[in-house]
């Protein structure tokens, strides 16, 4: 006897990407937008790599202000993630903040325009990149990456290397991890040397002023 196929309510539906679980953020937006605090519990089950992603696009989305203060969370996000939780956690005023809905559709409609190539490119692989000990050093580096996005620099490296490394937590893809990680390490080790730089080229200046020129140094404090 040949058993009846199951009712179509008891078919289990294929898992919506994380691209998707982004874009259905829209619906969970009302007039008046949403609080990131239920935000956060619609993403949950994704844990700190869809969060991390989500706070990541508003930097790379042109026009859209406030990228350095979506810092914020990125960077204890990553920080947590470092050492070791297994659970989210943000500050009580960060959860209860209201998000506008205009801002939710640009985040949206730019992750389902521009980042859905990800999940076509994403997949297993090198998975202890993504993975155990590497994880929690690859949320080290998202976290200085962060850091970088809060100085009033151009933002669009240390958000890209950020988003690959999201989207290689969220597949398990070493390869992106990978890439995010030596992306954002060398945007960071530029911006050290830049930085040393200008104070290293200052104090040269002011010693030959002071040790050759000091008719120079006399003019200007005059």
């Known amino acids: 006897?040949?058993?009846a196929p199951p009712p179509?309510?008891?078919?289990?539906?294929?898992?919506?990407?994380?691209?998707?679980?982004?874009?259905?953020?829209?619906k969970v937006a009302g007039p008046d937008g949403a609080l990131i605090g239920d935000i956060v519990d619609q993403l949950d089950e994704r844990a700190f790599g869809l969060l991390i992603l989500l706070f990541a696009i508003p930097c790379l989305v042109p026009g859209l202000p406030g990228a350095q203060v979506i810092a914020i969370p990125i960077f204890l996000l990553a920080l947590q993630m470092a050492l070791g939780s297994q659970e989210v956690w943000l500050p009580k005023?960060?959860?209860?903040?209201?998000?506008?809905?205009?801002?939710?559709?640009?985040?949206?409609?730019?992750?389902d325009k521009r980042l859905r190539w990800t999940t076509v490119f994403s997949k297993p692989?090198?998975?202890?990149?993504?993975?155990?000990?590497?994880?929690?050093?690859?949320?080290a580096i998202c976290a200085?990456?962060?850091?970088?996005?809060m100085l009033p620099i151009t933002n669009t490296i240390p958000s890209l290397a950020i988003t690959l490394i999201a989207v290689g937590l969220l597949q398990?893809?070493?390869?992106?991890?990978?890439?995010g990680s030596l992306l954002g390490l060398a945007w960071?080790?530029?911006?050290?040397?830049?930085?040393?730089?200008?104070?290293?080229g200052a104090g040269?200046?002011?010693?030959?002023?002071?040790?050759h020129l000091p008719w120079l140094g006399n003019m200007i404090g005059h």
Do not use: C, N
Request: net charge negative.
């Open 93 to 111: 005023r960060a959860l209860e903040a209201r998000v506008k809905s205009a801002w939710i559709e640009s985040i949206a409609d730019f992750a």
């Open 8 to 26: 179509a309510s008891d078919t289990q539906e294929q898992p919506a990407s994380f691209i998707d679980a982004i874009v259905s953020l829209k």
């Open 188 to 200: 960071s080790i530029f911006l050290v040397v830049m930085v040393w730089g200008l104070f290293a």
């Open 125 to 139: 692989r090198l998975t202890f990149l993504a993975s155990g000990l590497v994880e929690r050093l690859v949320g």
């Open 172 to 179: 398990t893809d070493g390869l992106f991890t990978l890439a």
């Open 1 to 3: 006897m040949t058993s």
């Open 144 to 149: 200085v990456a962060s850091v970088t996005i």
């Open 204 to 211: 040269f200046a002011a010693t030959l002023v002071q040790e």
